[in-house]
């Protein structure tokens, strides 16, 4: 049973428990760079309270939104070819409409949890919206992204299907966020250099071509943890860390693998993960293309978070290295500019 089945039993199980309790008051919003996978609203019953917001990507002069059809074979060229790829924040419109069609439904607040504000301008775009909102709007900075950050949304999401209090639903998804960890894997850095967001490691990466990194996000940003030499060892590298991650911390664990134009490997990672943690639910899903456009093609990324439903993954130790032990520099930001 994987983890939408898992998620859609036990909201079949509340849903009955609960028949006759009032609906969720609190509504969610986040962005497409939550990485939510196709169908987890439904599965989870929370598509009457929760919506997407999806992110610019543009190509060439073409602007698409995440989860247009011709959005990922379209990057997946560019970014083979070598063409300009960029991203932006949503309009704070986007966000007023998410608000106002919540407001509409019957949410009498709303939690709006997003992609780190060290990587995007998109929080900013949010708490914008927020000030013309005709409901209390409480807009969270994940300081994560991917499933780092739908871990979070889910758990929110959860905690708002109990009719708990707006308080009660930033608490948890706060929670999850913090206690988050990812890391990732790019067989180039071509594509981080063009953008712009190699910034201060480029020293500490050394020779560019000769390098296989391994990245992590800290602090909202993203710093280089490891050097690896080749592209097999640099996989089996990236395996061990998430398994010490996953060692390191007590009660429920999720864990997700993400990929852009290299499903098979991130089925070979989830295998290997799998098989040291058979506890711990693996989601396999794409990078979303906010994201993918950054990383490149090839990329590899696991993301690892406590369930805030049933009580967090709390980790008992600092996670994989301390990159301040390896090496300074971050990342720039996606699209503060």
């Not at 506890?279 to 690892?304: K, T």
Request: hydrophobic share 50%.
């Amino acid at each position: 049973m994987d983890w939408l089945e898992r998620l859609a039993l036990r909201a079949r199980g509340r849903q009955r428990a609960t028949a006759a309790a009032p609906g969720p008051v609190v509504g969610i919003v986040t962005d497409s760079a939550a990485a939510l996978p196709a169908g987890w609203a439904e599965a989870a019953k929370a598509s009457e309270f929760v919506r997407v917001v999806p992110m610019p990507v543009m190509i060439g002069d073409q602007i698409y939104g995440e989860g247009s059809e011709d959005l990922i074979p379209a990057l997946a060229m560019a970014l083979a070819q070598g063409h300009p790829v960029r991203t932006s924040r949503p309009a704070p419109g986007r966000f007023e409409a998410a608000y106002a069609e919540l407001a509409a439904a019957g949410c009498t607040s709303v939690v709006s949890v997003h992609l780190s504000g060290q990587l995007s301008g998109t929080v900013d775009s949010a708490r914008l919206a927020a000030r013309s909102a005709s409901v209390p709007v409480e807009v969270i900075d994940s300081t994560t992204a991917a499933m780092g950050l739908g871990f979070a949304v889910a758990a929110a999401a959860e905690s708002a299907r109990s009719s708990n209090s707006a308080e009660t639903v930033s608490a948890c998804a706060r929670a999850v966020a913090a206690d988050s960890n990812i890391l990732f894997y790019v067989p180039s850095l071509d594509q981080l250099r063009r953008g712009g967001r190699i910034g201060a490691a480029a020293g500490w990466l050394g020779t560019l071509l000769a390098v296989k990194p391994i990245l992590v996000i800290r602090d909202g940003r993203v710093v280089p943890l490891e050097r690896v030499r080749t592209a097999p060892k640099a996989l089996a590298r990236l395996a061990e860390l998430v398994q010490e991650d996953i060692a390191g911390r007590t009660g429920k664990v999720r864990a997700a693998v993400h990929h852009f134009g290299n499903a098979a490997e991130a089925e070979r990672l989830a295998g290997i993960i799998g098989a040291a943690a058979p506890e711990v639910e693996i989601l396999i899903c794409p990078l979303p293309a906010v994201l993918a456009a950054h990383a490149g093609l090839g990329v590899l990324a696991v993301a690892v978070a406590g369930d805030g439903a049933a009580g967090s993954g709390t980790r008992t130790q600092e996670g994989p290295a301390n990159p301040g032990e390896l090496g300074s520099g971050g990342v720039a930001p996606a699209d503060k500019a």
